[in-house]
């Protein structure tokens, strides 16, 4: 067996993560020789107790391999160890990196520019439409947008970075085998193809709760700074804040309105000194001399394609909606028209059926 190999058998047991296994590695001389170690052996390393000795002692190398590889051929998965040059950068600083990491799609260079983007999974649909344009504008600007695929706001910025045409990397709380959620996966197989989806745990790991606060120190860790777009006071989105923290990340929060239980524990975090954010500029100016050189000016992808047969001052009005909600009063001032004629120019748009007025007087494209 390889070193890799060993180490996914020691993955594939209870509680045996980064720390035991470097504990164990420099207790016996190396990954291989952990197996042939006495229980008692075992038992006098440090944070090693009697239930892991067991573990270890009684494990099937062979049957617990050949399963995981079966799995991991089927799905087209690769694994990279702690040891590997594809390991990336950012998530190796950490106190307790995965030692190995399941991996549907590729790391490359530029990830070691990521921004997290989490909150709540019961977003309100201000804080979906922001969570949507922040991803999309960081990644039109060269960052990676890493998130959780989560409901709500994690799936909100994974698609964002992916309508900017970016990159964006999706960390689980199970097993690659076992998407969760379930209607997530052709999202899940979209990012696969736009940049990663990436879980510590074994291939068929399902979904447990304890799962998802370890996947939490992973989207940080990636990340040069975590931005938390709308969160209850009690929120497992603010988990993630506390690794941020723990990691020395940055931490930057969306204010929210001041009565809204979804923005208690944004506008807490804000009060505590994260730093306030309403656009992706806020985050590129505060990361500074950190990403300088790296940032793109202009958006990426293709130029935007805009309906024929419309008169100038529709395709003026046209190409300042978007597929989330605009706001008449934004429109007006993205244009610089007068009321009457951006008014007008909706009326029309709304008539050749490109897009639909919204209560609250917004408007968004159809689909085309």
Same mark, same amino acid.
């Given at each position: 067996m390889t070193e890799l190999e060993y180490l996914l058998v020691l993955n594939s047991i209870p509680d045996v993560g980064f720390v035991r296994i470097?504990?164990?590695a420099d207790r016996f001389g190396g990954i291989k020789e952990i197996f042939k170690a006495s229980r008692a052996e075992l038992e006098g390393v440090e944070k090693i107790g009697p239930k892991i000795a067991d573990s270890i002692i009684n494990c099937d190398k062979d049957k617990a391999l050949v399963r995981e590889m079966k799995i991991i051929e089927r799905y087209g998965a690769e694994v990279i160890s702690y040891f590997d040059a594809g390991y990336p950068a950012n998530l190796k600083e950490i106190y307790d990196p995965p030692i190995l990491l399941y991996v549907k799609g590729k790391f490359t260079d530029e990830d070691k520019y990521s921004i997290g983007i989490v909150g709540s999974r019961h977003a309100s649909r201000y804080g979906l439409q922001t969570a949507e344009r922040l991803g999309c504008e960081l990644a039109a600007r060269g960052?990676? *947008? *890493?998130?959780? #695929? +989560?409901r709500g706001i994690d799936a909100?910025?994974?698609k964002g970075a992916l309508k900017a045409k970016g990159r964006t990397i999706a960390v689980l709380g199970s097993g690659l085998a076992n998407i969760y959620p379930e209607e997530h996966m052709g999202l899940a197989e979209d990012i696969s193809k736009n940049g990663a989806v990436v879980s510590e745990f %074994?291939?068929? @790991? +399902?979904?447990y709760k304890d799962n998802f606060p370890r996947r939490n120190r992973i989207i940080?860790?990636?990340? #040069?700074? *975590?931005?938390?777009? !709308? +969160? +209850?006071k009690n929120s497992g989105a603010l988990i993630?804040?506390?690794?941020a923290l723990e990691q020395g990340r940055e931490l930057f929060a969306v204010p929210g309105q001041a009565r809204a239980a979804t923005a208690a524990g944004t506008n807490m975090l804000i009060r505590q000194g994260a730093k306030l954010v309403e656009s992706a500029d806020d985050v590129i100016e505060e990361l500074g001399d950190v990403i300088k050189g790296h940032m793109r000016t202009e958006r990426l992808g293709q130029p935007e394609h805009v309906p024929g047969g419309l008169g100038r001052r529709e395709?003026?009005?046209? *190409?300042? #909606?978007?597929? @989330? %909600?605009?706001?008449?009063? !934004?429109?007006?001032?993205?244009?610089? #028209?007068p009321v009457a004629e951006v008014?007008?120019?909706l009326t029309k748009l709304e008539l050749k059926g490109i897009i639909s007025q919204l209560p609250g007087k917004s408007y968004v494209r159809k689909s085309l």
């Amino acid at each position: 067996m390889t070193e890799l190999e060993y180490l996914l058998v020691l993955n594939s047991i209870p509680d045996v993560g980064f720390v035991r296994i470097n504990n164990l590695a420099d207790r016996f001389g190396g990954i291989k020789e952990i197996f042939k170690a006495s229980r008692a052996e075992l038992e006098g390393v440090e944070k090693i107790g009697p239930k892991i000795a067991d573990s270890i002692i009684n494990c099937d190398k062979d049957k617990a391999l050949v399963r995981e590889m079966k799995i991991i051929e089927r799905y087209g998965a690769e694994v990279i160890s702690y040891f590997d040059a594809g390991y990336p950068a950012n998530l190796k600083e950490i106190y307790d990196p995965p030692i190995l990491l399941y991996v549907k799609g590729k790391f490359t260079d530029e990830d070691k520019y990521s921004i997290g983007i989490v909150g709540s999974r019961h977003a309100s649909r201000y804080g979906l439409q922001t969570a949507e344009r922040l991803g999309c504008e960081l990644a039109a600007r060269g960052m990676t *947008v *890493v998130s959780g #695929l +989560a409901r709500g706001i994690d799936a909100s910025g994974h698609k964002g970075a992916l309508k900017a045409k970016g990159r964006t990397i999706a960390v689980l709380g199970s097993g690659l085998a076992n998407i969760y959620p379930e209607e997530h996966m052709g999202l899940a197989e979209d990012i696969s193809k736009n940049g990663a989806v990436v879980s510590e745990f %074994p291939m068929d @790991t +399902a979904p447990y709760k304890d799962n998802f606060p370890r996947r939490n120190r992973i989207i940080s860790g990636l990340s #040069l700074g *975590v931005v938390v777009v !709308e +969160a +209850a006071k009690n929120s497992g989105a603010l988990i993630t804040t506390d690794f941020a923290l723990e990691q020395g990340r940055e931490l930057f929060a969306v204010p929210g309105q001041a009565r809204a239980a979804t923005a208690a524990g944004t506008n807490m975090l804000i009060r505590q000194g994260a730093k306030l954010v309403e656009s992706a500029d806020d985050v590129i100016e505060e990361l500074g001399d950190v990403i300088k050189g790296h940032m793109r000016t202009e958006r990426l992808g293709q130029p935007e394609h805009v309906p024929g047969g419309l008169g100038r001052r529709e395709e003026d009005v046209f *190409v300042k #909606l978007s597929e @989330t %909600p605009v706001n008449i009063d !934004e429109i007006v001032d993205g244009t610089g #028209l007068p009321v009457a004629e951006v008014m007008h120019s909706l009326t029309k748009l709304e008539l050749k059926g490109i897009i639909s007025q919204l209560p609250g007087k917004s408007y968004v494209r159809k689909s085309l």
